[in-house]
């Protein structure tokens, strides 16, 4: 493949309008690349892990790149991105970068400065005792959370993300740390329906949910709301227009209709969705992204409903911690938890993971059908055989 090396955007003060590039999309790059990659681009024979969160690729020049990969937080202060800067200019000639789950990379080429960095990371440590900067999140372990805004920066979540997060990774960080598991476990959070996370394509997923329609504040609507806007942004065409008693414009709701999204209500701030008593978070297992050993797989839904319990909670942690667990007892090696459940069945997964199943798991929306099940094959279960002879099929 060959590369542009002239349109690469580098500005000339002597010939300002030298291979000028326009402000729109980012930089090439080609720019920010080290020097070591950029020698060697397209030439790299392998890379292995050498210990959990670190990582060596190797080329056909015999050259080496060390990544130290550290658990990062999806919002950071200034400080804390300054302390990255000032970490990746003293070990690694300022190379730095971050990855799709928030994790930090720091990149050398020199294996003593890669042993410099981690025993400088590793002392970094805030004033509970925790660290700044845990390294791991590699191979076969658990890898940093994804997860959305939260109540920080969102105006539709069903619950908070950052502490959630927080809470569920205190829990699994010797996973984070280690290589135990029989495949990556990659964990994802969405504070609601509108899913900014990937909770649709992850090994285990949390989900914010709302579980009422929104409140329709007649008032307030007609005065600061455009009503055909409101009325467009429902995916389900729940939303129609109506009169209030006093011939004010306004919009109704179908409830049976409502799927909770929050569309409406971030075009009308006169529909507000959330609610203490309705609002929870639902667990979903099994998705995942790659093609090894089996197609993606969307994730399932295997809890329903669990208590917005702040800020620790513990019911969500408990069970993210027993799927986790019965997964790597049972698992066998390289499958990821998607696999492991549709080889030993979703009902054994049920009864492995210690999970009622109710009419609330079932599909129920208007394409269900090519989700069934339509073959013969059942993997029978101690619930499942309680069924049949309550119904009288087993003698």
Known sequence: ??????????????????????????????????????????????????????????????????????????????????????????HCDGVVRFTTRNNIEFMTDSHDKMEALKKDLQGRKHVSGSYKFPIGGTGAGVTNIVHTQGYIHCHTPATDASSMVKAVMDDLFDHFQGMKLPA?????????????????CSDVALLGYHRKPPIVDHEVLAKVCEIPLVIAACPTAAISPTKTES?????????????????????????PLSDYE????????????????????????????????????????????????????????????????????????????????????????????DTYRTSTQFKYTDASWAVSKAIGGIK
Request: net charge neutral; proline share 5%; glycine share 6%.
């Open 184 to 200: 990556q476990v990659r964990v994802s959070m969405a504070c609601c329906l509108n899913m900014c996370g990937a909770v649709h």
């Open 1 to 90: 493949m060959a590369l542009s090396t002239e349109r690469l955007g580098l500005y000339n003060p002597q010939k300002p309008m030298e291979n000028r590039l326009t402000d729109l999309g980012p930089r090439h790059f080609w720019q920010y690349f080290p020097s070591v990659i950029q020698n060697n681009y397209g030439k790299w024979l392998y890379h292995d892990i050498l210990e959990p969160g670190v990582l060596v690729h190797v080329a056909e020049s015999g050259d080496k790149v060390f990544t130290v990969r550290c658990g990062g937080c999806r919002f950071m202060t200034v400080e804390n991105i300054r302390e990255i800067c000032d970490i990746a200019d003293k």
């Open 247 to 271: 011939g004010q414009k306004s919009v109704k709701i179908k409830n049976e209709r409502c799927m909770f999204c929050g569309n409406c209500y971030t075009m009308c701030m006169a529909l």
């Open 278 to 369: 309705g609002d929870c978070v639902t667990i979903m297992a099994g998705g995942k992204v790659s093609n090894r050993i089996s197609p993606p797989k969307f994730s399932k839904v295997v809890i329903p409903a669990l208590p917005n319990n702040f800020p620790r909670f513990p019911e969500v942690c408990e069970s993210v911690k027993t799927i986790i667990e019965a997964y790597a007892a049972d698992a066998n090696k390289y499958e990821r938890v998607g696999d492991w459940a549709e080889r030993i069945g979703w009902e054994k997964f049920f009864e492995k993971c210690n999970l009622p199943f109710s009419d609330h798991l079932i599909d129920d929306y208007r394409l269900q059908y």
